[in-house]
């Protein structure tokens, strides 16, 4: 396969596997909230450290657009409405944790040693956790109407205290799977 077609396979398998991802989660109740870890996270990561900074930032966006376009892959359905969601924050995260994990992973990704790559994954969790966290305290204490607000220790109590070791789990696993599959998929 030409690299310009394996590159372009690679990014559509990864648009594709964030929509199943949002799929498979589990919810935690929280007092009135209700937080989801999901395998989007992983799937961000991976597409990463497996397309670089800059596909793996445009695959996983394909996807946002796609389910801001009205398509039902989002964890609770898709279109335009989700920007008026505190959450939706979280969804912009994961372009961003591509990116970052991407960047910091660097050009030499087969080359990479397993901490360099786990901390590239790990920065990309930060990365994901620094716009779901922004845009749901902006979103809750400045645009809607009527919510109390949230102070910075519970919004950090209940978005990120919460998943941060699950996810940051799933960013290594996301590691571990990219080291087996890495050599098979750049033959």
């Given amino acids: 396969m030409h690299p310009n077609h394996s590159s372009l396979a690679l990014c559509g398998l990864f648009t594709a596997l964030m929509a199943v991802g949002a799929f ?4 935690i109740p929280l007092g009135i909230w209700q937080v989801t870890i999901s395998l989007q996270i992983f799937v961000a990561v991976l597409a990463g450290l497996f397309l670089g900074r ?12 796609l389910g801001l376009c009205g398509l039902p892959i989002f964890a609770h359905g898709g279109g335009v409405g ?9 969804l ?3 372009p ?17 040693g397993r901490k ?6 790990l920065g990309g969790e930060m990365a994901y956790y620094f ?14 109407q009527n ?27 996301a590691v571990l799977v990219y080291g087996k599959l890495a050599p098979r998929v750049r033959r």
């Fill in 24 to 27: 498979i989660h589990i919810m």
């Fill in 116 to 121: 360099r790559l786990v901390g590239a994954a």
């Fill in 82 to 90: 989700y920007l008026a969601k505190p959450t939706f924050g979280f």
């Fill in 92 to 94: 912009l995260g994961f």
């Fill in 54 to 65: 800059r596909q793996g930032f445009l695959s996983v966006l394909a996807y946002l657009v």
């Fill in 147 to 173: 919510t109390g607000g949230i102070g910075l220790v519970r919004l950090l109590e209940i978005w990120f205290l919460s998943t941060v070791l699950p996810d940051g789990a799933l960013c290594v696993l």
């Fill in 131 to 144: 716009c779901g966290l922004l845009y749901y305290d902006v979103m809750f204490n400045f645009v809607l």
């Fill in 96 to 112: 961003c944790a591509a990116w970052v994990t991407g960047a910091l992973a660097g050009d030499a990704l087969l080359q990479a």
